[in-house]
């Protein structure tokens, strides 16, 4: 029955004529909207083709942005690490290279052993009449022979496979001590002293043996502030080749040092480095990346941090060829104690000159300005002369007397402008060989 009813409603529906025009015009509408959208669509085909291009440029420029932000991000991790890994490598590297040529010195003397005892006949009563025969025996003090003991220690490095070590003179400057040399493997070598040198902190010494490993000497003259270093000494004469890493913090420094005897040098251009020089470090070298020494470890600024220095390596290479070759210091000297005058001491002083070096004696009664005998003074010059020039050159904080010096000959006359007691006047020095102290 519901099946013709059906039937029956769409054959009245598709006869009634008003139903079919209806639809046939609606589907003509579609058609011409169609139409003219399609050809809106073509004519405007650049404008809406570059909307979209835009659109999906920019999503596409975003998305590699933040692709790129992602993979710069990752890549300078990459790189730090890569750089990290790298830099501790090198250090690494260099000091496992060097520390086998690194040695500790011990300086030992023989000290008076004292003991206590009690002397039966020697018995004091403190209360006196008021406590009679209140007495007691005081304990008395006495030498029972000696005993060697540690009093100072310092560093060094081999330069020659024959066991000979440089260190600093101050270390090796006490006489009727033992020096014994520790190499990095725990042997222990009984050491003399080579050779002193009178003007630097610098030293010699040698210990019996063949075979042993030498640092290479580096190049001075082309260190730059901000580059790194290490250094490797015997710190506080106790930690045995200890490492520190640092960066230069300045160059040709001009420094007064002094030990604890009391003695005091003035030390001219040497190195300022951040790298930790502790007591017992003197004597060690100061190394570049390479492992190359650069520096002889020479002090440390007091109540300071961080603030060390270092003999320069080009002004020690001359006396280690010295002694390789002739087994003492054959260099040539002057013979004065003097201090570098700037416009600071010069306002202080009252000087009348702002450059030179100041022919002065040390703290010591030992430390005279003029060496007796020496070339400076057979030449006449005397204490609290000036010495402005040497050979046409002033002698300011880029140039130091004592450079100028180490670079001239054994017997070559030089010529000093000096200023003495107000009035200049040039002197002719011969130099003549420096003496071991």
Known sequence: MSERNIKEFFKKVFINKNFVFVFFTSLFSLFIILAISAMAVFYFRANIFGYFAQEYLRDNQEQSLNSKDNKNVATEKIIEKQLIFSREKINCDAVKNTNPAVVSII????????????????????????????????PQYRQNGTEKKQIGGGSGFFVSSDGLIVTNKHVVDQKDVEYTVFTNDGKKHTATVVARDPILDIALIRISGSNFP???LGNSETLEVGQSVIAIGNALAEFRNTVSVGVISGLARSITTGDFSG?????????????????????????????????VNVAVAQGSQNIGFALPINSVKSVIESVKKTGKIV????????????????????????????????????????????????????????????????????????????GKSIGQVINLKILSKGVEKNVSVTLEVAKDS
């Open 331 to 406: 260099r040539p000297y002057l013979g004065v104690r003097y201090t570098m005058i700037n416009a600071q001491m010069k306002e202080k002083n009252n000087l009348t000159v702002d450059y030179g070096v100041l022919v002065k004696a040390g703290a010591n009664t030992n430390e005279l300005a003029v060496i007796p005998g020496s070339p400076a003074d057979k030449a006449g010059i005397v204490e609290n002369d000036i010495i402005l020039e040497i050979d046409g050159v002033k002698l300011d904080d880029k140039t130091n007397l004592a450079s100028i010096i180490r």
């Open 107 to 138: 300086i030992s003397k023989e000290v008076p052993k004292y003991e206590t005892y009690i002397d039966p006949n020697t018995q004091n009563n403190p209360f006196g009449d008021l406590f009679p025969g209140f007495n007691f025996n005081i």
């Open 214 to 216: 030498s640092l290479s």
């Open 263 to 295: 003695s005091i040098e003035v030390l001219d251009h040497v190195i300022q480095t951040d790298a930790a020089i502790n007591p017992g470090n003197s004597g060690g070298p100061l190394l570049d990346l390479s492992g190359r020494v650069i520096g």
